[in-house]
């Protein structure tokens, strides 16, 4: 193997001990701590394990945490009155609305209702807006795309002038990362590339990437032949291709592959992210990060 592997997993782990030092810092000397309030409606067997790992890593790096369920025949019109009561509350500071919602809910609306200054997912219209403006006006960038940044950034890779290659358009990932690629600043200054499912000649696109982001969804898209050797490849694909049993638990899990032909791309790539354990711990790492910043943001101290 040539590439350099980027692991999520350990960049988690620096990320998180970085945060609850700053938590610990600014309890002593403002008496304040980030507050992170996630409103689940129903019980999506998926939603519900990913609130908990919010939940339970807002409590490991110290924030002021509540896990808000509702019942899933909870009208619009109170979850809105919920979510107006915690714009209110001066002890919160992010404010998460797990997705989907129940049919009957209309989620822009819901999700718009949030205060664009506690919207630490980033998807409020304002914060996208304030994303695209760039420098200081970026408040919160949108999760799994500053995790990408990150990773790019901790594995010392040149992203100054660099050729970044996007595949894929998406609201929450391919546009946001473009757009975050091209600004000014750190980890930044690329020349960016978007390609999607009506780009002709994918491939020799993909081979002048220096940085290439796949988020696509679809698993071995991109082929080994498609990568220039010593490239830094970010693969944000995460497709159930199957199931096994855990050695671990002894219980069904689904077997993940990425958008990348893991196996040849890492011969051939000089930095890569793998499946699992590359992007995906990075997005509730960027939520919490999100969430120290708007304490931070209120106090005056960014
Ligand atoms: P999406 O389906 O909303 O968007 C996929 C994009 O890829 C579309 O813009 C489409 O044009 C493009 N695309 C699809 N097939 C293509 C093809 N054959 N050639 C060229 N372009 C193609 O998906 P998304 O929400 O952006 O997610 C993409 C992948 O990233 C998924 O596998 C998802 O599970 C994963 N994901 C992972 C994380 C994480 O790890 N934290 C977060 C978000 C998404």
Redesign the pocket.
């Known amino acids: 193997m040539s590439a350099k592997l980027i692991k999520g997993t350990e960049i988690r782990e620096e990320i998180l001990e970085e945060i609850t030092k700053e938590v610990a810092e600014i309890k002593e000397k403002h008496g304040k701590v980030p507050g992170l309030v996630t409103i689940l409606v129903g019980e999506n067997p998926a939603s519900v394990s990913y609130v908990t790992l919010k939940i339970k890593t807002a409590h490991r790096v110290g924030f002021h945490e509540i896990q808000d369920n509702q019942p899933p025949d909870i009208s619009e019109e109170d979850l809105l009155a919920i979510i107006d009561k915690y714009n209110k509350d001066d002890d919160i500071h992010g404010i998460l609305v797990q997705l989907p919602l129940p049919k009957h809910i209309d989620d822009k609306k819901v999700l718009n209702a949030i205060d664009p200054d506690k919207d630490v997912d980033g998807f409020h219209p304002v914060n996208v807006g304030r994303l695209m403006i760039g420098g200081s006006e970026v408040k919160f960038p949108p999760?799994?795309p500053a995790?990408i940044q990150e990773m790019i950034v901790r594995a010392g890779v040149e992203t100054e002038g660099a050729e970044v290659v996007v595949?894929?358009?998406?609201?929450?990932?391919?546009k946001p990362i473009a757009v975050m690629m091209m600004q000014k600043g750190r980890g930044a200054n690329s020349t960016v590339t978007v390609?999607?499912?009506?780009?002709k000649n994918?491939d020799e696109h993909c081979k002048r990437a220096d940085i290439l982001i796949v988020?696509?969804?679809?698993p071995g898209?991109v082929k080994p032949e498609w990568i220039k050797p010593g490239a830094c490849v970010i693969d944000?694909?995460?497709?159930r291709v199957g199931e096994k049993i855990s050695e671990k638990t002894g219980k069904k899990v689904a077997i993940l592959r990425?958008?990348v032909d893991f196996e040849a791309a890492k011969e051939i790539a000089g930095y890569i992210t793998p499946v699992p354990g590359?992007?995906?711990?990075?997005?509730i790492t960027m939520l919490m990060k999100n969430t120290l910043n708007s304490l931070k943001f209120k106090l005056g101290l960014m």
């Open positions: 999760c799994t995790g595949v894929g358009r998406s609201n929450i990932v391919g390609v999607h499912t009506r780009t994918l988020a696509a969804g679809v898209l944000v694909g995460v497709n990425g958008d590359g992007v995906g711990p990075m997005t």
